[in-house]
């Protein structure tokens, strides 16, 4: 389960890294900042998520993109910033952008962990992660799509707001 890995990663001080192509570059960013941050200040636990979206710094995009091809832009910083025990989210409405898909299976060689988070038939995500939550809708449906993946964001970002709530009232 999503939340699980999410748990599991902070209990250990993991990173949890998520990458997203197009518009899910920005539900990747969108709920980095939602579970780092938002989690963090309204939760009421001084301990933060440790939640990186590889889809934030644009220079590094760039020059990677640039210089060893789109397909690598998220496993070279992966190559840089990975540890054992951090976790993958990866974020794909087709669930077969080559950059996400590279990431997933870079992770998985290393024996970390995948989460994904697709549309459409799940596309090759869906059978590389560990754990798969899939949108089924036919191949085109974008908007839905994008717009159901924020749903999930939100709803797991308050889920973990009120479960660290409720512990730091014990």
């Known amino acids: 389960m999503f939340v699980e890995e999410l748990e599991d990663a902070w209990n250990n001080q993991n990173t949890f890294f998520l990458a997203g192509n197009g518009g899910s570059a920005v539900t990747a960013s969108h709920m980095a900042n939602d579970i780092g941050i938002d989690v963090l200040k309204k939760g009421g636990s001084n301990k933060p998520f440790r939640v990186l979206a590889l889809t934030d710094n644009t220079s590094v995009m760039t020059a990677i993109s640039n210089d060893d091809g789109y397909e690598n832009l998220f496993v070279n910083q992966l190559k840089i ?16 952008s080559p950059n996400v898909v590279a990431a997933a299976k870079w992770v998985k060689k290393r024996k970390g962990r995948t ?6 038939d799940g596309g090759k995500l869906k059978d590389i992660c560990d754990i798969v939550i899939h949108v089924h809708t036919l191949k085109g449906e ?8 924020m749903i999930i964001d939100h709803l797991i970002s308050n889920w973990l707001i009120c479960k660290m709530q409720a512990e730091t009232k014990k």
């Open 81 to 96: 910033h990975f540890r054992h025990g951090d976790k993958l989210g990866v974020i794909s409405a087709s669930g077969n």
């Open 142 to 149: 974008y908007g839905p799509v994008e717009d159901i993946h």
């Open 115 to 120: 989460v994904g988070i697709v549309g459409f």
